[in-house]
């Protein structure tokens, strides 16, 4: 049967074993199909260009990001505190008399010196005396004024929430504004509308297109992102596949509900093009905080002593209990303690005869080697965030707190897929500054920071090939999250979802791979992004 529409005059790289290398692809009712022509046939001559599968983001939190773009005050980790001060000055400076400052991302290296009295005062004279609160780069953390911790009610009497830290001044026990992990969540500024919830993901879906992503994992949704997806889709404007990851415990977010109760709404937002198959966990927090939990103790200091390891937010039994929820599952684990109690808890469940459910390890940066051959054995999912651990403002931070040899030794990628295990790349936006797979692409070959403004290589014997570091924000994604009948890679029978490229990534330095831009992206069959 004669295609509706032929792309022809490209290089596409289908990563598909079948038939890896094509000249043209064509389409029936969005969906891939043998390039036969008929005289209704719509020929697009692509000019000579490199076409790859619609990428793949298995982890990103799309929402958090459109609304950090749309409606909050940003900033990069490259900003000192004086720097931070300066944007909260002029931020306010738009706003009502008690209206919330909310925004971020301070770097992870600055902890110290935000934790101080004089900071947080520091930080109410910019804001005017608002209520501020203000992300980390993990976006684990919080920096709040003082009128947004008593907004929360945070005194120096205030006990430690479960699963945070508030922490305070040495001498007299005040509040100092920094808030790890679950206490970072007391403070409540004014929810979005349901419209702007619906306009985050829009635009965050609008810039993941720009650069080639026509599938993604939101890892970690609320009811009102649930919502918002749902909406979308049923008005025919979610260009994109989406799986959500529905909270079992929230540390970090402060959303509402979740566990059971958020887990039961989650069938009634199943839509075509999205489908809230997975449960997330935070089995910890991140390193530079000593929130991860790891076998071998952090470099001591004043606060943990000498042999302070961190610790998991749950056992392996109860962990184990929400892996037989019958939903697939991706599990934070940022330390090697928190990988081993994962596995273990998925070598139960897999014992007890649960082969179907998906399940993700997220970030594992750090792995001991005799738990590198379990993810193969187990199938688990290796959800790697390659725009985090090259040389930067967070592995630096990991270095001040960890041995040198531990810290030096990040995400072992060469190693899991020489053992077998299927490695799944995600930007892990916005804690990474942009969701743009190829500087994650050229980071996973060369080891080294794709914007040469850190120098050196972390750990460079990890490297992967360009073609296996390509199937790491494909087809393996596709793989990790369910969807690789439906997409990641250019085969026939499925969607037809690719981008456009400005060059070919196998002619490129690492360099010059991190500088790939998309001339278009389509989603199927349709172009939904073109440069210019």
Not at 47 to 52: D, E, I, L, N, Q
Not at 116 to 131: F, I, W, Y
Request: negative net charge.
């Amino acid at each position: 049967m004669p295609a509706e529409l032929i792309l022809t005059n490209a290089r596409v790289y289908t990563v598909d074993e079948a038939t890896p290398w094509r000249t043209e692809l064509a389409v029936t009712g969005g969906v891939l199909v043998e390039p036969e022509r008929g005289p209704d046939t719509e020929v697009v001559d692509l000019g000579g260009a490199f076409v790859v599968p619609g990428l793949v983001d298995v982890h990103n939190h799309h929402a958090m990001a459109g609304r950090a773009a749309l409606f909050e005050l940003s900033f990069g980790a490259e900003f000192g505190l004086r720097q931070i001060l300066a944007a909260v000055r002029a931020w306010s400076a738009e706003l009502g008399p008690d209206e919330w400052v909310v925004g971020g991302a301070w770097a992870s290296t600055l902890v110290d010196e935000l934790c101080t009295v004089a900071a947080r005062h520091a930080l109410d004279a910019a804001a005017g005396g608002r209520p501020v609160l203000l992300t980390d780069d993990s976006r684990h953390n919080r920096w709040a004024s003082t009128r947004a911790l008593e907004l929360a009610g945070i005194t120096t009497d205030t006990p430690d929430p479960d699963g945070g830290v508030i922490l305070r001044d040495p001498v007299t026990g005040a509040p100092t504004g920094v808030l790890l992990e679950a206490a970072g969540a007391l403070p409540k500024p004014p929810p979005l509308t349901p419209r702007q919830h619906l306009e985050s993901s829009r635009h965050a879906i609008s810039i993941l297109h720009s650069h080639g992503v026509t599938t993604f994992q939101d890892a970690g949704v609320s009811v009102d992102i649930l919502r918002a997806l749902h909406e979308l889709d049923e008005a025919g404007g979610l260009d994109a596949w989406v799986v959500s990851c529905m909270l079992v415990n929230d540390p970090v977010f402060g959303f509402d509900p979740v566990g059971r109760e958020l887990l039961e709404l989650g069938e009634r937002y199943r839509s075509t093009h999205h489908r809230p198959d997975f449960v997330k966990v935070f089995l910890d927090g991140v390193p530079p905080t000593r929130t991860a939990a790891f076998l071998e103790p952090y470099l001591p200091d004043e606060a943990h002593g000498p042999c302070f390891r961190g610790a998991t937010t749950m056992s392996v039994a109860e962990l184990a209990g929400w892996l037989r929820s019958g939903l697939s599952a991706k599990i934070h684990c940022t330390g090697d303690a928190s990988v081993r109690a994962a596995l273990d808890a998925i070598g139960q469940v897999r014992a007890e005869g649960h082969t179907a459910a998906r399940f993700q390890i997220a970030h594992g940066q750090f792995v001991h080697p005799e738990d590198i051959p379990r993810f193969a054995e187990l199938d688990v999912a290796a959800d790697i965030s390659p725009h985090l651990w090259v040389p930067g403002v967070i592995p630096a931070a990991i270095a001040g707190v960890l041995p040198a040899e531990l810290a030096s030794h990040m995400q072992p990628n060469r190693t899991l897929i020489d053992s077998g295990a299927l490695v799944a790349g995600g930007s892990d936006w916005p804690v990474s500054e942009s969701p743009n797979a190829w500087e994650g692409i050229a980071g996973l070959v060369s080891r080294r920071d794709p914007s040469g403004v850190w120098p050196g290589a972390l750990w460079p014997e990890q490297a992967i090939t360009l073609a296996e570091a390509i199937a790491v924000f494909t087809l393996n994604g596709a793989r990790a999250m369910g969807l690789d009948q439906v997409t990641g890679s250019l085969a026939p029978g499925k969607s037809a979802d690719f981008a456009v490229l400005d060059r070919d990534p196998f002619r490129c330095t690492p360099q010059e791979l991190a500088r790939t831009t998309v001339t278009q992206t389509w989603f199927a069959g349709r172009r939904v992004f073109a440069l210019n």
